[in-house]
DNA sequence: TCTTGAAGTTTGAGTACTCAAACTTAGTCG
DNA sequence: CGACTAAGTTTGAGTACTCAAACTTCAAGA
């Protein structure tokens, strides 16, 4: 069984490697996402492979085995369903959970996760949209399209937050841009690198473009 | 704020002197109930005591001090707020929840706590029938005797089991003698050391008087 | 009083993780 | 090409916790 800091590293790994175009996660980033200095990283990434459950060569990129991976899927499952079950059982703020259930993955047995999705019904979704991988480690990505791929005039309604900074929760959710709510794209400026929109019913907002990448969407046609 | 570690020793520590009459703790004690030997148990005392949490001398008892005892009820509030939770929203089993709230009750952050008490209606006994602190510290002990110190013919009713081993709880829970459970004493036999007793409209069931010290009752008068 | 055994303490070493700082590698730009 | 830089690696040391084993203390009993 995994420690609790091999638990950090595989997750870390896992989501750096799905946001790289080449699926390979580079050490500065993995020890940025963990919280260590790079040498740190190495030595552990090293650990990760001893363990098979990276593959990496020096001065090569880091990426997951098959083995990794499952423990990665693992992880994620434990994090999102307590993710779900802080907001829907607790009435926990949307935006603070994830710290939460960052340190409470590590201390949930097999036996209680089981509990805890069924009191929940099976949920597939957390809160923040993010798929929840099944038992078997199984994932069904939503489909959506970034924000900011859409044009003026656009309507769209969203569908999931990559971005769980709380920050940057709590500007989601103070534009009424939740998942599930509709909105129009109003204007976009390629120049200014950035992209007003505006959620049926509330004032418009103006972002970057970079910012508009985190917040998955579904366009409407109507 | 204590390591996870220092929390176990802590809790160690606090139901130990709660058990001894003298109100200490010995050290071979602690180790055992921590899991390890003594002498990590001595060098882990004396860091307690460097942090203000213990008062101990070299080859004298150890206890807890104001600051102490504060942190171990908070421990305790989690512990047995998670043990509630566990048996009544997640439907566990009676039996299995300690090791499960072991693990928990370190993850657990203040704000999650609340909530869950809120979730759970503010109990006051966990499902052992121990008395929950409450977030101020204040703990209002059940009040009870051993089934031990009952004599033959005495109706009792169980309100709290105090050894949290699940094979004594498997027992407890085979022959009806949960908390809430009504019972009567059918015999005592001071030579064998023995108390045979029977949960209504069940079996009677006869056991040491060492294990009925671990079974706290009311009795009923009619 | 002397011995003995149980309980407690100390020491030295090991594991898991961390950092700072010196160093290597690989790619980029003048 | 050669120098610079960003990224990655290595080293040496430190923290928190652990054990095994040698040692000390204390309280009895012969």
Redesign the pocket.
């Known amino acids: 069984m995994p420690?609790?800091?091999?638990e950090?590293y595989l997750k870390a790994v896992f989501t750096l490697c799905g946001e790289s175009p080449a699926g390979e996660a580079?050490?500065?980033?993995i020890?940025a996402m963990?919280?260590?200095?790079?040498?740190?990283?190495?030595?552990?990434?090293?650990?990760l492979a001893g363990a098979k459950l990276a593959r990496?060569?020096?001065?090569?990129?880091v990426r997951l085995t098959a083995k990794g991976e499952r423990a990665a899927l693992d992880i994620l499952r434990r994090h999102r369903l307590i993710e779900t079950f802080l907001v829907q059982t607790l009435k926990l703020d949307w935006t603070a959970v994830h710290a939460e259930a960052e340190r409470l993955e590590h201390a949930v047995s097999p036996v209680v996760l089981e509990a805890l999705d069924a009191h929940l019904n099976h949920p597939r979704l957390d809160p923040h949209g993010d798929p929840i991988p099944g038992a078997d480690g199984k994932t069904r990505e939503p489909r959506g399209v970034p924000l900011s791929s859409l044009a003026q005039g656009d309507r769209f309604r969203v569908v999931r937050i990559t971005n769980q900074h709380a920050d940057f929760l709590s500007f989601v959710a103070a534009h009424a841009l939740k998942p599930g709510a509709p909105g129009v794209v109003v204007a976009v400026d390629p120049i200014a690198q950035s992209i007003a929109v505006q959620a049926d019913a509330h004032a418009p907002v103006t972002m970057a473009i970079t910012a508009a990448s985190r917040i998955v969407c579904e366009s409407i046609h109507r």
Do not use: D, I, L, P
């Open positions: 420690s609790e800091t091999v950090n580079g050490m500065s980033r020890a963990v919280g260590v200095t790079t040498g740190t990283a190495t030595s552990m990434v090293k650990k990496y060569e020096r001065f090569g990129g």
